[in-house]
């Protein structure tokens, strides 16, 4: 839905911003649907519930601001940090489970360790952010299934599976840079930037994979006008 609306604002001919109204409408509903289907099975997890403020409270000094435990204590998160800091590891929670299944089931030495690294880069992820959360008493996001089975029957080609991991990282990088922008509290930040650094390297890292294996598809490119000067 997100990336939908980002292209609809991009777009200028009328058929093409018709077409990503009509994506953004279908998105809308289909995950209307899923999200009814996993309440009503008991298989969605549920985030923490917070009591509605009676009024409103304006920040009094730059303390507000601070995240660590020098000189004083950090505050707590806000509603705002609470719901990227949740996200983030409630994604990482599944993107994990779903490496897990994929490594167990790659064709190729070098694909199978890549997805090895995802495990083990989502895991840190994981147990940063949720430390945070523990900090101040909040539950941190367990789903009653979703674990990794045994099997090793691919279900999607290397290929295809490198490029959902591609995704991944690159829907990852984005949610980071939007929760760091939203965030005040210092350390969340910090902590997103390092962790946006690695992923970054960890998906270029899998270019490369792809790129060597005839998998990446080139993007249509400009033409070069330098020398037309």
């Known amino acids: 839905m997100g990336l939908h609306t980002l292209h609809l604002s991009m777009s200028y001919r009328e058929d093409i911003i018709l077409l990503y ?15 009814q289907y996993l309440l009503g099975k008991g298989l969605l997890i549920r985030a923490p519930f917070v009591t509605m403020p009676d009024k409103v409270e304006f920040v009094k000094d730059t303390n507000y601001l601070k995240g660590t435990n020098l000189l004083g204590s950090k505050r707590t998160i806000n509603t705002v ?28 030495k070098e694909v199978r360790n890549y997805f090895s690294e995802g495990v083990e880069l989502a895991k840190g992820i ?61 350390d969340i930040p910090a902590k997103a930037a390092i962790f946006t650094k690695d992923i970054f390297e960890y ?3 899998g270019a490369k994979i792809m790129i060597q294996n005839g998998w990446m598809e080139e993007s249509p490119q400009m033409e070069e006008r330098r020398n037309l000067i």
């Open 203 to 205: 998906a270029h890292r």
């Open 81 to 108: 940090e609470l719901s990227q800091l949740y996200f983030t590891i409630e994604a990482n929670v599944t993107g994990m489970q779903m490496i897990t299944g994929f490594a167990q089931c790659a064709q190729t």
């Open 126 to 186: 994981i147990s940063e952010f949720t430390d945070m959360l523990l900090e101040d008493g909040i539950q941190t996001p367990i789903g009653p299934g979703g674990q990794a089975t045994r099997s090793t029957a691919a279900p999607f080609s290397d290929k295809l599976m490198m490029y959902c991991i591609s995704l991944f990282c690159s829907f990852s990088i984005g949610k980071n840079a939007i929760g760091t922008a939203f965030s005040l509290r210092n």
């Open 21 to 35: 109204r009509e994506l953004t409408a279908m998105t809308q509903e289909y995950s209307k649907k899923c999200t």
